[in-house]
């Protein structure tokens, strides 16, 4: 195999101020074309923290980026700060020259030096999982399958049922009151590990999000908000769960079909699809509304989601960061 040419590169930091320049960037390795608002959104007014990253410059282009973004997690019942990889990108003139794995080496120091630990999750593309897992150490705990119902199946399954006429599921579009205090409020997950979704860090990643159309539905049963799910219509038409989350765990057999038949009226979809969730309550909740999985290696929905993290110690908060049976995990978490 033909070695490529040497070149030398420039590794700095990235600064906050000067992120225009990475649009042609984005533009080669994701084929699409982002806004200026879009920097300033993900990678500046994340209320956790602003992005940690390097690029790699050749005669002042730029051939590389890497970067962490701040999130806070339930772990253990405490709150801890752990960070997110996400947009690994290469122009494509300078690939296979280790540019990947040198910027993610200088990034994960400059973590650490800042934090003196660094607990890391991905959901890497095909083109980076090899290095991730592979050259940088990475651990691939879960591939996540997708649960799906078709619309017609699922019409039939609902003539042998009935719902409160107490419960209204309805349209949210901003971070009201009741918003937020269903959010501080809903009962932790049964699974050590999870996301946590406050108002701040909800109302940026939902309501805020520049280019991705999610749509927040409120369950309200005797005029109570006691669950919501946010989901997103997919490039085919599909309409995709990111999140579903209900005030009380025992609550998902009682308000997930309401839910999906909302998503179905209000869209023309004809399958409604989600992570088979790692929360056994919300999985059987799902399942009981007819949901299904693809259980081959091809066809409708057959594609798996990988999950990898990474930790300096290997436990956070005395848990194994590395046991996929810690996390409860839903699209919504992916960056």
Not at 101 to 109: D, G, I
Not at 186 to 213: C, M
Not at 325 to 335: G, M, S, T, Y
């Amino acid at each position: 195999m033909t070695q490529p040419e040497k070149m030398n590169f420039e590794y700095r930091r990235v600064n906050h101020s000067q992120l225009t320049h990475l649009t042609e960037l984005i533009d080669k390795c994701f084929g699409i074309r982002v806004s200026d608002g879009y920097y300033d959104w993900k990678y500046v007014r994340n209320p956790v923290g602003k992005l940690v990253a390097f690029e790699a410059l050749h005669e002042k282009n730029v051939a590389g980026f890497y970067g962490l973004i701040p999130e806070i997690y339930n772990v253990g019942g405490k709150k801890i700060k752990i960070y997110q990889s996400m947009d690994t990108m290469t122009h494509p003139n300078y690939q296979r020259r280790g540019l990947f794995v040198q910027l993610a080496n200088q990034t994960f120091s400059a973590v650490l030096a800042e934090e003196q630990r660094l607990d890391m999750i991905g959901i890497p593309g095909g083109n980076s999982y090899h290095g991730f897992v592979h050259r940088l150490g990475w651990k691939c705990i879960q591939q996540f399958r997708f649960l799906f119902v078709n619309r017609f199946l699922f019409a039939l399954r609902s003539l042998f049922s009935s719902s409160s006429k107490e419960i209204v599921v309805k349209e949210i579009s901003s971070m009201t009151a009741e918003l937020s205090d269903f959010l501080r409020s809903k009962e932790a997950s049964p699974l050590p590990i999870s996301p946590s979704w406050t108002p701040d860090f909800f109302s940026w990643r939902v309501f805020g999000h520049p280019y991705r159309n999610y749509r927040v539905l409120g369950v309200f049963d005797q005029a109570k908000l006691v669950g919501i799910s946010v989901y997103a219509l997919d490039e085919r038409g599909r309409a995709y769960i990111y999140l579903l989350e209900c005030l009380r765990q025992k609550q998902f057999a009682q308000y997930t079909r309401s839910i999906i038949a909302e998503i179905f009226a209000r869209e023309k979809s004809k399958f409604i699809y989600t992570w088979e969730p790692t929360n056994a309550l919300r999985r059987k909740a799902y399942l009981g509304s007819g949901f299904i999985f693809n259980p081959w290696q091809r066809g409708p929905f057959s594609y798996r989601v990988p999950f990898i993290t990474r930790s300096e110690t290997g436990k956070v908060n005395g848990l194994d960061w590395g046991d996929s049976k810690n996390f409860d995990l839903q699209p919504l978490v992916q960056d």
